[in-house]
């Protein structure tokens, strides 16, 4: 067997086995979602269909996949059409070049644990999760519904401005391992001897905070806020159309939760003996711990406010992606060898002044406002 | 000692007035000043001025056929200084009747005269906007006539839409007054007002748009509409399109007897049914002048508060949920539930319990209500902290409430806005306190004011009251006593089981009151009274029949979601969720 | 074989799975039915008479994509300076330095005449 055939038969072997792990993911998610956001609000959850309701998203996509084919009156049919699958093709390609795992060695060849090893990987996965919004915009558009309009326009407006944070909390990633390689940045990881998550702490909370923006996830759910705009961008869509975007959506929280993972928890390392197969599942296990945290985030948080939401993000996130940016430049500058320490130190230092900020401004938030005060008899009189 | 202030009044209103006004014994206990129809609005301006009547209330009608003059408008007026109330009414011919309107005095008479115009038929001149409120622009007659024929509409249901055709609807009387043969096309006054505002802003350019909130929405918090209209995401103007569960209950009423009449308040405010049941009961206990033993009155006085609990804690959840804070309504309903388990053990129905009754209670607690109310009780404080560390200091919340949906305490008393949306204005007033009711002058505890009258001082005032409620029923607790939970009234309640079991005429008495029900001598009896939204009042009017002759609500929400346009102005379309969600409307209890 | 490969088959396999699904939905689908009524753009149950739908929208919506693109680019163009930014060393620390000077002007400009102000 020649290279280029053994190269072609891997990557193909790869492709589809990313792509069904990635489509069986979508269920086991919804289901997660569902039993764990249930527990946190003293439910139950799904637990009906099959053993504690395991097979619940897959009867809800047999129903799906059932329903009446609504076109309503108006829309753009073909943009209509086209929208559900913008949404869901980039993201599930935009996993293609994550690394899962060291490259292993099969019948003397390498073989790279991601679909494709290309060494602008970070820049990849950024261009195609930022091609989400155009599934977006269109659906909006195309539905000839005022809610869609107004939903897909909010949900755009929103994505494009925290992609920007998102864009440089990575630059700062960039800076430390000096390559877009997302294999090599995990390995620089390991070579300093932290995870970047003590390096880029500030850059690791910008970066889950923008990224949850961009996934259009509770409290920044403002595209599908349900209730003013009914369902937003997706009022018009039944069917299996509807099932696209949800599925678009999660496979996008996927592709986040691993990208964050490589770039700042260091990937599939973990503890314990340093082989494939216990590697991936300490990548499964990082990215699942995301993805809890983010059910969690939803399930405790009020919605933030259309306006609120955008001034936070282009006032408080843009520049202080620019300060962390600034601030590692210098210190890898200025520390050389060091970098890594200090870096670590600063940033703790700056997570302390953090916390101080938000109390500080939480409690003058408070303080504007007043308790009730309960009028006692005597004062009435 | 009412009815002495109402005199007092009339004596200074005397001197103003001359023969144009009269004192009228009626209701009693309060009686009231007639007022010429001439006078009204001069009537009306020097309460206001001159006597500090700042807070408005309601303006009812009723039809006395045969009687001359045949309609009587009855006007309910506050002081807030003072902590007293007053009526006057205006009498209306049968032919043309017509009289001034108050919305330029008072701006909540706005949409009451517009209900009496739907329902009697009265015009109102000078009133801004007089449309038909909760029926149909197209609807013919008036449906709170005494002579309005009952049952000559037909009313289509079919499962399948496609059948539901204009062919099959009857015909309209005039073509131009009829504006399409269902509601989706009619509220052309209401149109053309948007539009007509919205053509300036054309002409200047700004891009601006129309919103159709409801009324199959999320948050609208029931069937209601609202036209928003926007610039960008900025509210101009809101119209509130009312009557979509216009269900004619004061109609109804007024064809059933008294017990049967109780059966509707719970339909209402659905949300909190024994709230309904107390005030329909007082109103009518006084215009029968019965008074009803003390342990029925604490244990009226325990069962509103559980209801006021159950109400706030079916406000915070939803209120929550508007703002995308979904957890906390599951915690709320949780506790809901175990006060719903309370009212099923009491009254064997968990919502539309009607277990207070004019008399008294339909029956005494089991014996097994007790204990679980105390397992309540011993919980709810620890569970309202809970809700607390969700909600009241978290940011985003902060930021969602704080500064949103104002309203100031005058323009709130004039729009009659009651209950904790007023209290967050900053004023003290609560009709427990104000005019106290079964009791509740024994009871020892707080009434919770806010200061700047938006949406984080009413969410804070609610959870206080929560509080506050939980201290009263702790108090109730320690001061029921056994005894009699029924008045010591023949005439009204019926005898014990036991009794009928034993003897023939209890039976028939029995009888007689299950099939006929009491007869209410010709009168009239109001009580006002605090429920979780706010005052509700029944203005039950007896004719000697067993029938009521007139069941007029004056219902919180319908007053308090008057000013929703006032409080909208200027926010966002994310605040107009907010704010409905805040001043807690059940529209049940507006559209009756 | 080109690196880049792969990313081709995912996306095919991923456009087949869309198209193909969303083929299959209407295959096996409840046939088609229903009214006009059913079939009108959803306004909570109300026919959609006020304004048109495709009308103007607020000129916000533009301002921030434009914005966007120029931060956009500045973020692009500070890939390949991270890439190489240990090399570089203080001259890039001062290059990087200046360019993001004049942007964070600009940004500066932006803020003030409150084109970061949603209302």
């Not at chain 1, 994550?98 to 644990?113: K, N, Q, S, T």
């Not at chain 1, 440089?168 to 070579?191: C, E, F, R």
Request: proline share 5%; glycine share 8%.
């Amino acid at each position: 067997m020649s290279n280029t055939t053994f190269d072609w038969i891997a990557s193909l072997i790869k492709a589809v086995i990313i792509f069904v792990v990635l489509l069986q993911l979508v269920p086991v998610l919804i289901w997660l979602e569902r039993k764990v956001v249930a527990r946190m609000q003293q439910r139950i959850g799904p637990n009906r269909v099959g053993p504690f309701g395991l097979l619940q998203p897959l009867a809800d996509a047999v129903k799906l996949m059932a329903k009446e084919n609504i076109i309503p009156t108006g829309v753009d049919k073909l943009v209509y059409y086209l929208a559900p699958v913008i949404s869901i093709v980039p993201a599930l390609a935009a996993f293609a070049v994550v690394p899962f795992g060291e490259p292993i060695h099969v019948a003397g060849r390498v073989v790279y644990l991601q679909v494709a090893h290309v060494n602008i990987g970070i820049l990849y996965v950024l261009a195609l999760s930022s091609l989400a919004v155009y599934g977006i915009t269109l659906a909006g558009w195309s539905s000839n519904n005022k809610y869609s309009l107004l939903g897909g326009l909010r949900a755009s407006a929103q994505m494009i401005s925290y992609e920007i944070p998102v864009g440089l909390t990575v630059v700062a990633v960039v800076l430390l391992a000096g390559s877009l390689d997302l294999l090599d940045i995990v390995n620089q990881q390991v070579k300093q001897g932290i995870w970047n998550i003590g390096p880029q702490f500030i850059g690791f909370l910008l970066f889950v905070v923008a990224s949850n923006a961009e996934l259009n996830r509770a409290p920044f759910d403002m595209a599908e806020a349900e209730s003013e705009l009914v369902a937003g961008f997706h009022t018009e869509y039944t069917g299996f159309r509807f099932a696209m975007f949800f599925m678009g959506e999660y496979v996008n929280m996927v592709t986040t939760s691993a990208l964050a993972t490589v770039m700042y928890l260091g990937g599939w390392h973990g503890f314990g003996p340093d082989v494939w197969y216990l590697n991936l599942i300490w990548f499964i296990l990082k990215i699942f711990a995301f993805i809890i945290f983010y059910m969690w985030v939803r399930a405790s948080w009020p919605r933030i406010r259309y306006d609120q939401l955008m001034g936070f993000g282009w006032k408080v996130m843009i520049p202080a992606a620019l300060l962390n940016l600034a601030a590692t430049a210098v210190v890898i500058v200025v520390a050389k060898e060091r970098a890594t320490l200090w870096l670590t130190a600063v940033n703790i230092a700056l997570f302390v002044v953090f916390l101080a900020v938000l109390r500080l401004v939480n409690s003058r938030q408070l303080e504007q406002h007043r308790q009730v005060v309960p009028q006692p008899d005597a004062v009435r009189g | 000692m009412q009815k002495e202030e109402t005199r007092k009044i009339f004596e200074d209103a005397r001197l103003k007035f001359g023969e144009d006004v009269a004192f009228s014994d009626r209701p009693a206990e309060e009686g009231s000043i007639v007022v010429q129809p001439s006078r009204i609005k001069e009537f009306s301006r020097w309460l206001r001025d001159d006597l500090k009547f700042d807070f408005y209330s309601e303006v009812g009608g009723a039809d006395f056929m045969f009687q001359n003059p045949r309609y009587s408008l009855t006007y309910t007026l506050f002081s807030t200084k003072e902590r007293k109330h007053i009526h006057y009414k205006v009498l209306l011919d049968e032919d043309e009747p017509r009289v001034d309107t108050i919305s330029d005095v008072y701006a909540g008479a706005n949409w009451h005269e517009r209900e009496i115009f739907d329902m009697f038929g009265i015009t109102f001149d000078g009133h801004p906007d007089l449309r038909r409120l909760l029926m149909p622009d197209y609807w013919r007659g008036h449906p709170l006539r005494k002579d309005y024929d009952i049952g000559g509409e037909s009313v289509q249901f079919s499962a399948n839409f496609a059948d539901v055709t204009p062919q099959t609807l009857p015909a309209p009387p005039d073509e131009e007054v009829f504006l399409g043969w269902d509601r989706l096309e009619t509220q052309p006054s209401s149109y053309t007002q948007l539009l007509d505002s919205g053509a300036e802003l054309e002409d200047a350019g700004e891009g601006r748009m129309i919103i159709n909130m409801g009324p199959q929405h999320p948050s609208t918090h029931g069937v209601l509409r609202l036209l928003v209209e926007l610039d960008g995401e900025n509210v101009i103007t809101t119209l509130p399109d009312i009557g979509y569960l216009h269900t004619g209950i004061e109609k109804t009423a007024e064809s059933l007897n008294f017990n049967q009449a109780l059966t509707l308040t719970d339909r209402m405010d659905y949300l909190s049914p024994l709230g309904n049941n107390l005030a329909f009961s007082l109103s009518t206990e006084r215009l029968l002048g019965i008074t009803i033993p003390r342990r029925a009155q604490v244990l009226r006085v325990i069962l509103a508060e559980l209801t006021r609990i159950q109400s706030h804690l079916v406000w915070l959840a939803t209120h929550g949920l508007d703002l995308g804070a979904m957890s906390a309504f599951f915690y709320c309903f949780r506790e809901r539930d175990q006060i719903l388990d309370l009212f099923e053990t009491a009254s064997g129905v968990r919502m539309m319990t009607s277990y207070i009754c004019p008399g008294g209670l339909r029956e005494d607690i089991p014996p097994e209500f007790m204990p679980m109310l105390q397992s309540f009780m011993d919980i709810f404080q620890s569970r309202v902290d809970e809700y607390e560390v969700l909600l009241t200091k978290n940011p985003i919340w902060l930021e969602r409430t704080q500064g949103v949906g104002k309203i100031s305490v005058e323009d709130a008393l004039s729009y009659g806005v009651s209950g904790p949306s007023l209290r967050a204005s900053g004023i003290d007033w609560d009709m427990r306190k104000v005019e106290p009711y079964s009791g509740y002058e024994e009871y020892d505890f707080d009434v919770p004011v806010g200061s700047h009258g938006d949406v984080y001082d009413r969410y804070l005032c609610r959870v206080e009251e929560m509080r506050q409620s939980h201290r009263i029923i702790a108090q109730a607790i320690k001061k029921l006593e056994p005894g009699p939970v029924g008045a010591d009234e023949r005439r009204v309640l019926s005898p014990h089981k036991i009794e009928i079991g034993n003897s023939m005429e209890s039976l028939i008495h029995h009888f007689l009151l299950t099939t006929i029900g009491f007869t209410a001598p010709p009168g009239e009896g109001h009580v006002p009274t605090e429920t979780g939204r706010g005052l509700l009042s029944f203005y039950m009017i007896g004719d000697g029949s067993p029938k009521p002759y007139r069941m007029r609500a004056r219902t919180p929400s319908f007053s308090n979601l008057q000013a929703l346009p006032l409080m909208m102005q200027g926010g966002l379309v994310a605040d107009a969720v907010a704010t409905i969600g805040s001043i807690d409307i059940v529209l049940g209890e507006i559209d009756r | 074989m080109n690196p880049y490969l792969p990313i081709l088959f995912m996306l095919i396999i991923a456009t087949a799975f869309a198209v193909g699904a969303l083929s299959l939905a209407m295959f096996i689908g409840r046939p088609k039915g229903g009214n006009e009524r059913k079939l009108a753009p959803y306004e909570c149950g109300i026919e959609p008479v006020v304004g048109e739908v495709r009308e103007r929208f607020p000129v916000k919506f533009y301002l921030v994509a434009m914005l966007f693109i120029l931060f956009d680019i500045e973020v692009i163009f500070l890939y390949p300076w991270a890439v190489v930014f240990r090399q570089l060393q203080v001259f890039g620390l001062i290059e990087m330095g200046i360019f993001l000077a004049i942007l964070l002007l600009g940004y500066m400009y932006v803020w003030r005449v409150g084109a970061l102000e949603w209302q």
